[in-house]
């Protein structure tokens, strides 16, 4: 019954060992039954923390344009190791980084530059920060953009 709530949980999309052993205890599995089914599950290849959490970061950076440190957080939330995140959050590289800041202040200046200039620097800023961009990142890439 556990491997089969496991299962049926990783339907919808990969999952975290972390997120799987707390969707079994919620579902009223004992923790020494949770953990032996995920161990056989991780076993078969079902589970692996380290492809869910290189997927995670890519598919976070791309589609929502989020900073390593935001991604650090969500994988750390969802249970991933930290020695995981340590590794998939390494091979971010800064370059990268603010590429994608760059790409998310373009997108976000070009609506509003008609706007007075006080007020797209802070919601440029704010889109910035919200993402987890360092200062010194918002302050390089608002620079190149001319805020």
Same mark, same amino acid.
């Given at each position: 019954?556990?491997?089969?709530?496991?299962?049926?949980?990783?339907?919808?999309?990969a999952?975290s060992?972390?997120?799987?052993?707390?969707h079994?205890?919620?579902?009223?599995?004992?923790?020494?039954?949770?953990? @032996?089914?995920?161990?056989? #599950?991780?076993e078969?290849?079902?589970i692996? $923390?380290? %492809?869910? *959490?290189? &997927?995670?970061?890519?598919?976070?950076?791309?589609?929502?344009?989020?900073s390593?440190?935001?991604?650090?957080?969500?994988?750390?939330?969802?249970?991933?190791? @930290?020695?995981?995140?340590? #590794?998939?959050t390494?091979?971010?590289?800064? $370059?990268? %980084?603010? *590429?994608? &800041?760059?790409?998310?202040?373009?997108?976000?200046?070009?609506?509003?530059?008609?706007?007075?200039?006080?007020?797209?620097?802070?919601?440029?800023?704010?889109?910035?920060?919200r993402r987890?961009f360092s200062?010194?990142?918002?302050?390089?890439?608002?620079?190149?953009?001319?805020?």
């Open positions: 019954m556990a491997e089969t709530i496991a299962l049926v949980a990783l339907g919808p999309r999952k060992r972390g997120e799987l052993f707390a079994l205890k919620r579902r009223g599995i004992a923790e020494e039954v949770a953990n @032996a089914v995920l161990y056989r #599950l991780q078969q290849g079902h692996n $923390d380290e %492809e869910f *959490a290189r &997927a995670w970061s890519q598919s976070r950076q791309r589609s929502k344009k989020l390593k440190r935001v991604i650090a957080t969500q994988l750390r939330s969802k249970g991933v190791p @930290a020695e995981i995140i340590e #590794l998939v390494s091979e971010i590289h800064p $370059d990268d %980084e603010y *590429a994608l &800041a760059l790409e998310l202040a373009t997108r976000k200046h070009r609506p509003i530059a008609h706007l007075d200039s006080e007020v797209i620097r802070r919601r440029v800023h704010g889109a910035l920060s987890g200062m010194s990142v918002i302050s390089a890439v608002m620079r190149e953009i001319g805020i």
